[in-house]
């Protein structure tokens, strides 16, 4: 058997865009699916909640641009690939808001909830893994892991599993400041917060081995 197979060749651009898409549709199937959203995503919806003049996509994508900004401090080091980052950000939030209006009307028996947690559950795993390889800027959300992988020399399953886990506490407590009650977590967001930094890794260890994901526009790979 031979295993020096050559790598397939897959730009980095197209993993962005795929990235941008799943990470989009799990956020959203995860909401639906009312188990309990990932942890991350639970701040921005505890916020749509409380101030619902502003839409959940419109919170993420401000969610998301805190976390950066955080993170720029704390590393100290900026780099120009995050000016892309916040443009993706907010491209994000309307393709949120967009897979949510699709699916106001899917129906909610149990075993569709069940199916939209898992469906969304693997393509949030599989977006990570995308933004992680495909050599671009990407959303603050996955930067932000990414900048500890790269920069403290974090593992991927310690540095996104470390972001769940504090996102889920803020979440719980903005919850509790705001509303006086507990929304947006549930089993799902627990099984998310011990599971995705996991699942995720071994998704990119998968596809470090089997393709090559080198931007294709070059300025692209040095903005990062």
């Given at each position: 058997?031979?295993?020096?197979?050559?790598?397939?060749?897959?730009?980095?651009?197209?993993?962005?865009?795929?990235?941008?898409?799943?990470?989009?549709?799990?956020?959203?199937?995860?909401?639906?699916?009312?188990?309990?959203?990932?942890?991350?995503?639970?701040?921005?919806?505890?916020?749509?909640?409380?101030?619902p003049a502003v839409s959940?996509?419109?919170?993420?994508?401000?969610?998301?641009?805190?976390?950066?900004?955080?993170?720029?401090?704390?590393?100290?080091?900026?780099?120009?690939?995050?000016?892309?980052?916040?443009?993706?950000?907010?491209?994000?939030?309307?393709?949120?808001?967009?897979?949510?209006?699709?699916?106001?009307?899917?129906?909610?028996?149990?075993?569709?909830?069940?199916?939209?947690?898992?469906?969304?559950?693997?393509?949030?795993?599989?977006?990570?893994?995308?933004?992680?390889?495909?050599?671009?800027?990407?959303?603050?959300?996955?930067?932000?892991?990414?900048?500890?992988?790269?920069?403290?020399?974090?593992?991927?399953?310690?540095?996104?599993?470390?972001?769940?886990?504090?996102?889920?506490?803020?979440?719980?407590?903005?919850?509790?400041?705001?509303?006086?009650?507990?929304?947006?977590?549930?089993?799902?967001?627990?099984?998310?917060?011990?599971?995705?930094?996991t699942l995720a890794s071994?998704?990119?260890?998968?596809?470090?081995?089997?393709?090559?994901?080198?931007?294709?526009?070059?300025?692209?790979?040095?903005?990062?």
């Amino acid at each position: 058997m031979n295993n020096n197979k050559p790598k397939t060749r897959v730009a980095g651009e197209v993993l962005l865009v795929a990235a941008m898409l799943f990470n989009s549709l799990a956020v959203t199937l995860m909401i639906k699916a009312d188990f309990g959203i990932s942890p991350i995503s639970s701040i921005p919806y505890v916020l749509s909640v409380a101030f619902p003049a502003v839409s959940l996509g419109t919170w993420n994508a401000v969610m998301q641009c805190f976390w950066l900004l955080l993170t720029m401090l704390i590393i100290r080091k900026f780099k120009p690939g995050y000016l892309f980052s916040f443009v993706l950000a907010f491209i994000f939030g309307f393709l949120l808001d967009g897979w949510t209006g699709m699916m106001a009307d899917w129906p909610m028996a149990m075993a569709w909830r069940l199916a939209y947690y898992i469906i969304g559950f693997c393509f949030m795993a599989a977006g990570i893994a995308s933004f992680l390889l495909c050599g671009t800027p990407v959303l603050p959300y996955d930067a932000v892991p990414r900048a500890f992988v790269m920069e403290k020399r974090l593992s991927v399953r310690t540095a996104r599993t470390g972001f769940e886990v504090i996102s889920l506490v803020a979440s719980l407590s903005l919850s509790l400041l705001l509303l006086g009650r507990v929304i947006g977590i549930g089993v799902g967001t627990v099984v998310s917060a011990l599971f995705m930094g996991t699942l995720a890794s071994m998704v990119t260890k998968c596809m470090q081995q089997r393709l090559d994901t080198r931007p294709h526009f070059e300025v692209l790979g040095k903005l990062v």
